[in-house]
């Protein structure tokens, strides 16, 4: 006992030697030293997987599902360039593969198995290169660091990169040992966190963006050790991770990456968000933008209007709630019906629910959205009611097929204008180009809409394409399932 004591009471004068020796410059100075970067770091190649959380992207609510994305990302810091390919995988074999490059003209990406671009490509905005060029500083640990101790002002494409110390505050943490550079800008704050032995990097703490990220498992790479687990944390909970898998020094982005390949056409034109409404059979309208990012098909039945979709934000539920009011002045909203309770399609919900309209959805999809994060302030005012396999409301019926996209996710068929409206199920293109991959779900589709005859002469896709004819849709299968 009396030794453990005098243990405690040495231990602590230790620490508050440490602390009263602890000087900012020399400990800036040190961590600067350990986070000189060599120009060959400019230029690099990097494998990674990083994956996302979410209860209300996975098949069923109550297993919290991981999407993974996995990616290759050549960057040309020197340069303004860069490479990447990431390809992501969705419940029910969803695969969406695109390649993003900027060469010394033009930013560029395409849809590698045409599941949404089909054979169009598309130019980058500024803020998408923005997005690629900084992806290194968000998830590289020397490269996150690297405007507190890089010596040049502006980078090749002018921008500031450098933090003068003066701007930094330093700090030691007696308990942990870690070395605290605080840049303090405004209202925001970011603390960046040193391993006081190792000298690396270990967290970063955004208070304005409410972000904590973790660098952990360093691991030798050319030049130096970098960080190969990194976590993103928002509000407290873990959003996403990163596994670095490997780092390499290029010379210069392989030509073939700066290209897009033959066979690809047409540039998709940038256009308005404007809704506009369109009828499209008796009783039946389509409102959408011209890029149709999300279709929402309007059944107009006596005074009543039932809306089918409500995607992706209160924002946009509440434009199409605007636009129909001006269309329909003496017509209210009755119900809004929902295919199934991921998180794009369901976002928009609590705009429909304050105008008073009750939600149309399968038992499992009405769980799901009571669980639903962003209602939890409002769900009382959400009114629900159920539908079941082959029930009806106005001129929809609706199916349950059972896939493996999202439990209890549902179609709808208008019979007497023979339009099927379904979510997630089917994805053609818009140039009806046929893609070369097709997920699970899509077979299931196409295998109960012939199974249970459901004459159709125009499918409405909740995503992009609302005007899928019949024969695309026995190319896509003739293609991939072998049916004719
Ligand atoms: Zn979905």
Do not use: C, W
């Amino acid at each position: 006992m009396k030794y453990l004591l005098t243990g405690l009471v040495l231990s602590t004068m230790l620490i508050t030697v440490q602390a009263k020796d602890f000087n900012a410059d020399n400990a800036y100075k040190k961590l600067q030293k350990h986070y000189v970067l060599s120009d060959k770091l400019n230029k690099f190649s990097l494998s990674y997987n990083s994956s996302r959380s979410g209860k209300h992207q996975s098949y069923d609510y109550n297993t919290t599902k991981y999407t993974t994305t996995t990616s290759l990302l050549e960057l040309d810091l020197s340069n303004e360039l860069f490479y990447q390919h990431s390809r992501s995988e969705y419940p029910g074999e969803f695969v969406f593969e695109f390649k993003h490059f900027k060469n010394d003209k033009t930013a560029l990406d395409y849809d590698v198995n045409g599941v949404i671009n089909g054979k169009r490509v598309a130019k980058l905005s500024d803020e998408d290169v923005s997005h690629f060029m900084g992806l290194g500083t968000n998830i590289i640990d020397f490269l996150a660091v690297k405007a507190l101790f890089s010596n040049t002002i502006t980078s090749a494409a002018g921008k500031a990169n450098k933090i003068p110390r003066s701007d930094l505050a330093i700090s030691y943490n007696e308990i942990s040992g870690d070395i605290t550079i605080r840049h303090q800008q405004d209202k925001s704050t970011i603390d960046y966190n040193f391993n006081g032995n190792s000298l690396n990097l270990s967290s970063i703490h955004n208070n304005s963006k409410a972000t904590h990220t973790v660098f952990e498992q360093y691991k030798r790479g050319p030049e130096r050790e970098f960080a190969s687990a990194i976590s993103i944390y928002k509000k407290g909970k873990l959003a996403q991770q990163f596994n670095l898998k490997e780092l390499k020094l290029i010379d210069k982005i392989e030509q073939q990456h700066q290209q897009v390949p033959m066979g690809y056409g047409s540039l998709i034109e940038k256009s308005s968000q404007e809704l506009s409404l369109t009828k499209i059979a008796t009783n039946l309208y389509l409102v959408t933008t011209a890029s149709a990012g999300r279709n929402v098909l309007v059944n107009v039945q006596g005074n009543d209007l039932i809306i089918f979709g409500a995607p992706i934000s209160d924002l946009k539920s509440q434009k199409t709630i605007t636009l129909l009011e001006s269309e329909f002045p003496r017509k209210k909203i009755k119900y809004v019906y929902v295919t199934h309770a991921h998180s794009d399609h369901i976002r928009g919900l609590r705009a429909y629910a304050k105008h008073g309209a009750t939600i149309l959805a399968d038992i499992h999809s009405i769980e799901a959205i009571k669980t639903f994060p962003l209602f939890e302030q409002d769900i009382a005012l959400f009114k629900f009611n159920e539908i079941k396999h082959l029930s009806t409301v106005a001129d929809a019926t609706f199916h349950i097929p059972g896939n493996s996209h999202a439990k209890g996710q549902s179609i709808v068929y208008f019979a007497d204008a023979k339009i099927i409206y379904e979510g997630d199920f089917l994805e053609i293109p818009f140039d009806n180009t046929i893609p070369s991959q097709m997920p699970m779900a899509t077979k299931t589709f196409i295998k109960y809409v012939r199974k249970h005859k459901l004459e159709y002469a125009r499918i409405v896709g909740h995503h992009r394409n609302n005007d899928i004819k019949p024969a695309i849709v026995k190319a896509y299968s003739a293609k991939h399932m072998g049916m004719m």
